[in-house]
């Protein structure tokens, strides 16, 4: 199949994996920042394609596992009101609030619905104009583009009954946070590709100068990924420290001009709450102007309790590539998909849902060895 075969091709596979291990002479740590890298990584087994020293570890890039608890708890808490209908993408819907899930408020009655686009949820509302539409409006910079212009029709069309229960959260800062800290050991970034196709890749340019950090914007097939580990260990090996393109099929540098204009004209730039992660400044997208009466916030005030994460899940310190899933007492063990602890267990793009899913549950899963090639049986050639 065109765009995919070519991108899963063993040989390949085998060529680049050769030049990693001919590359790469120290240890390096390397964060996937998306969610659908991390899956593509554990599904083909590439960490075993890699040598020992170079470390893989899992970035917050999983929308559905940063959005705060405090907001699951609001969402289901809307969901009971009589006169809601609530849409939702499907991933939503068992992660886990606080006391309950959305797919708990539907078992109760509450009208919860799955649609597959901001736009659907607004036909429910041209249909149903007695009932109050709102949808959970998840995601980073590559859904924010759809979501407002669900709100930018509802406006143009006077749909009244419409709202969203706005989530946005945007990476370049969630980087920055994590370079901060004192605990990061991230020494090179595979960005994901999908927001860059949004956004570009300029404001990345002052973060790999600032921290001195190799930013490698990266695609999603076992090759893309491979490719980008190589380019992002060649920069670490020569001491170079810049933003480089591996999804240039996808990306332009300057983005998508008129989905950002489409964007900003919706949404403002405000601090956000990550789960795992606590707040981090200027993160997040809230409705403006004249947008503000879409906003469910607004429409449907709030006082939960302060909402509590159970003590057995270390997400955040995965989210920050601290600990890996398998290195979680809980993984596989009082947290598995039809019993999870945190978020991501549930999201189809959770690093937890990927190692269980994979059968990555113990530390020595990594079988690659010292410093001698391993075969390449574990890529698929597909």
Wanted: proline share 7%; aromatic share 8%.
């Amino acid at each position: 199949m065109k765009f995919l075969s070519e991108y899963r091709d063993q040989k390949a596979a085998e060529r680049l994996s050769r030049a990693i291990w001919e590359k790469a002479t120290r240890p390096w740590t390397i964060m996937e920042i998306c969610g659908g890298q991390t899956h593509t990584i554990v599904k083909s087994g590439l960490e075993d394609l890699l040598p020992k020293d170079i470390t893989l570890v899992h970035g917050p890039g999983c929308p559905v596992c940063v959005t705060p608890i405090e907001l699951i708890d609001k969402a289901v808490a809307i969901a009971h009101r009589p006169e809601v209908i609530f849409c939702s993408f499907g991933d939503m819907l068992r992660v886990p609030g606080s006391a309950k899930s959305l797919f708990d408020a539907k078992a109760e009655g509450a009208d919860v619905r799955i649609v597959y686009s901001p736009l659907d949820a607004l036909k429910i509302a041209k249909q149903n104009p007695q009932r109050e539409v709102v949808f959970f409006a998840v995601g980073f910079e590559t859904t924010a583009p759809a979501n407002a212009m669900a709100a930018w029709q509802a406006d143009y069309d006077h749909i009244e009954n419409f709202s969203l229960l706005v989530s946005h959260v945007l990476v370049p800062p969630a980087m920055e946070a994590l370079l901060s800290s004192d605990k990061c050991v991230v020494q090179g970034f595979l960005a994901a590709g999908h927001v860059c196709t949004v956004m570009g890749y300029e404001e990345y340019f002052p973060i790999a100068e600032r921290y001195q950090v190799p930013i490698v914007v990266t695609g999603f097939e076992p090759l893309d990924i491979l490719e980008g580990i190589l380019m992002t260990v060649s920069q670490l090996e020569e001491g170079r420290h810049e933003v480089e393109n591996q999804y240039a099929r996808a990306t332009r540098r300057e983005g998508n001009r008129p989905a950002q204009e489409r964007i900003m004209q919706v949404f403002e730039v405000v601090n956000r709450q990550w789960r795992g992660l606590g707040e981090i400044a200027a993160s997040g997208f809230q409705l403006r102007g004249r947008f503000q009466k879409h906003d469910a916030n607004r429409r449907f005030p709030f006082n939960g309790v302060p909402a509590q994460e159970s003590p057995e899940c270390i997400s955040g310190l995965i989210l920050q590539g601290i600990k890996k899933p398998h290195e979680c007492p809980a993984f596989a063990v009082k947290c598995t998909p039809e019993n999870p602890l945190g978020a991501p267990m549930v999201s189809s793009e959770g690093a937890c849902a990927a190692y269980y899913h994979y059968g990555r549950r113990q530390a020595n899963d990594h079988q690659s060895n010292d410093r001698v090639q391993p075969e390449l049986s574990g890529t698929q050639s597909r």
